[in-house]
T-cell receptor, first 112, second 108 residues
Framework: ETGVTQSPTHLIKTRGQQVTLRCSSQ?????VSWYQQALGQGPQFIFQ???????GRGNFPPRFSGLQFPNYSSELNVNALELDDSALYLC???????????FGDGTRLSIL | KNEVEQSPQNLTAQEGEFITINCSYS?????LHWLQQHPGGGIVSLFM???GKKKHGRLIATINIQEKHSSLHITASHPRDSAVYIC??????????FGTGTRLTIIP
């Protein structure tokens, strides 16, 4: 059984740039959630996709956007990067809503 | 104010000790999760529960819905248990709301 994989593992960008982070869900999982974890903090919910439709969004500006593809893989896009966007971005997949979530190892994004 | 509170924030114990980490939340939930995060970031889901008690190996999770409180216990703790343990809840809208975590260090 393939777990949740995220790419890249590390990324360095500068302010104003755009970034795309990718997540491959665990086999059979149709739900994916994205989280931002700043250093020393707990993760914060960004948004969730269920069967390719957005199913809830946290308190993040519109420059954070996402996609879920027919194979249930997912992307997180962030435009106009700011220094405060430096964080670990975690993706988690589940088989349906309100089920145990399986997390990837995250992408560590640094903004210079 | 965080809707999910954990205590203690940091816990250091000797190998073999019985460990308890606590989590309290402010309003009714649909489910509570206990997660383990190792240095480097990877998160492992330990338990998801909405009532009662669950056990897996040396780990036990309990929840008291009336008191809005959950505990994670580790028996016969081992240095490899050293990690950050995070409590997270869903309030019915499916998103996870996380506590700030408890950093556990087990000394050999």
């Amino acid at each position: 059984e393939t777990g949740v994989t995220q790419s890249p593992t590390h990324l360095i960008k500068t302010r104003g740039q755009q970034v795309t982070l990718r997540c491959s869900s665990q086999s059979g999982h149709n739900t994916v959630s994205w989280y931002q974890q700043a250093l020393g903090q707990g993760p914060q919910f960004i948004f969730q996709y269920y069967r390719e439709e957005e199913n809830g969004r946290g308190n993040f500006p519109p420059r954070f956007s996402g996609l879920q593809f027919p194979n249930y893989s997912s992307e997180l896009n962030v435009n106009a990067l700011e220094l405060d966007d430096s964080a670990l971005y975690l993706c988690a997949s589940s088989f349906g809503l309100n089920r145990p979530q399986h997390f990837g190892d995250g992408t560590r994004l640094s903004i210079l | 104010k965080n809707e999910v509170e954990q205590s203690p924030q940091n816990l250091t114990a000797q190998e073999g000790e019985f460990i308890t980490i606590n989590c309290s939340y402010s309003v009714g939930i649909s489910a509570l999760h206990w997660l383990q995060q190792h240095p480097g970031g990877g998160i492992v889901s330990l338990f998801m529960l909405s009532s009662g008690k669950k056990k897996h190996g040396r780990l036990i999770a309990t929840i008291n819905i009336q008191e809005k409180h959950s505990s994670l216990h580790i028996t016969a703790s081992h240095p490899r248990d050293s990690a950050v343990y995070i409590c997270a809840v869903t309030f019915g809208n499916e998103k996870l709301t996380f506590g700030t975590g408890t950093r556990l260090t087990i000394i050999p």
